[in-house]
T-cell receptor, first 114, second 114 residues
Framework: GPKVLQIPSHQIIDMGQMVTLNCDPV?????FYWYKQILGQQMEFLVN????????KSKLFKDQFSVERPDGSYFTLKIQPTALEDSAVYFC????????????FGPGTRLLVL | GEQVEQLPSILRVQEGSSASINCSYE??????FPWYKQEPGENPKLIID?????ERKQIQELIVLLDKKAKRFSLHITDTQPGDSAMYFC?????????????FGKGTLLTVTP
């Protein structure tokens, strides 16, 4: 089936540093998402992105978070500065949109903030 | 915003028997209900979904039921196999518009014993 790729698979950084998580969505998909999953819990919606803009963000999407997809390259989630509570697995997802709602998830980036 | 309740959190069944997971939602505008299976360290994978214009959908051993009036939906796995052991997440979404986001339940850890 459709594949979403994420780079890196793991990232360990010191609190206060910046981190960028990269997502390569399914090639013809138009909607992109980030979800956060803390160990043992469910995925929680962070943000969705369409046509170069954030459409909706949740309260988990702090001011230190930003997303972009410059020139159709990777869809990125940047956290600057990071905090201890940002440690989680971050899943990128994409969907075709326009009544094709199925979201396909990438393998996740495991972020550990020390 | 939408809230999704999922029960049970832990389910243990014997191989060959059925397993049922129940979810309820609050937002009557939700019209798309996917189910994801997540194995340890893996990304969530869509296994079946149902839209609000249907009450029942079956793919092989997976059956999904939707009761819009009661705002409930459920997953039934018939003839379970050890390979069905995983975390299962239900989700709800208001699809068909410009903002898609999935609200997940807290998950059910299914263990199928030989």
């Amino acid at each position: 089936g459709p594949k979403v790729l994420q780079i890196p698979s793991h990232q360990i950084i010191d609190m206060g540093q910046m981190v960028t998580l990269n997502c390569d969505p399914v090639s013809n998909h138009l909607y992109f998402y980030w979800y956060k999953q803390i160990l043992g819990q469910q995925m929680e919606f962070l943000v969705n992105f369409y046509n170069g803009k954030v459409m909706e963000k949740s309260k988990l999407f702090k001011d230190q978070f930003s997303v972009e997809r410059p020139d159709g390259s990777y869809f990125t989630l940047k956290i600057q500065p990071t905090a201890l509570e940002d440690s989680a697995v971050y899943f990128c997802a994409s969907s075709l949109g326009v009544n094709q709602d199925t979201q396909y998830f990438g393998p996740g980036t495991r972020l550990l903030v020390l | 915003g939408e809230q999704v309740e999922q029960l049970p959190s832990i389910l243990r069944v014997q191989e060959g028997s059925s397993a049922s997971i129940n979810c309820s939602y609050e937002d009557s505008a939700s019209n798309y209900f996917p189910w994801y299976k997540q194995e340890p360290g893996e990304n969530p994978k869509l296994i079946i979904d149902i839209r609000s214009n249907m009450e029942r959908k079956q793919i092989q051993e997976l059956i999904v039921l939707l009761d819009k009036k009661a705002k409930r939906f459920s997953l039934h796995i018939t003839d379970t196999q050890p390979g069905d052991s995983a975390m299962y997440f239900c989700a709800a979404s208001v699809g068909g518009g410009s903002n898609y986001k999935l609200t997940f339940g807290k998950g059910t850890l299914l263990t199928v014993t030989p």
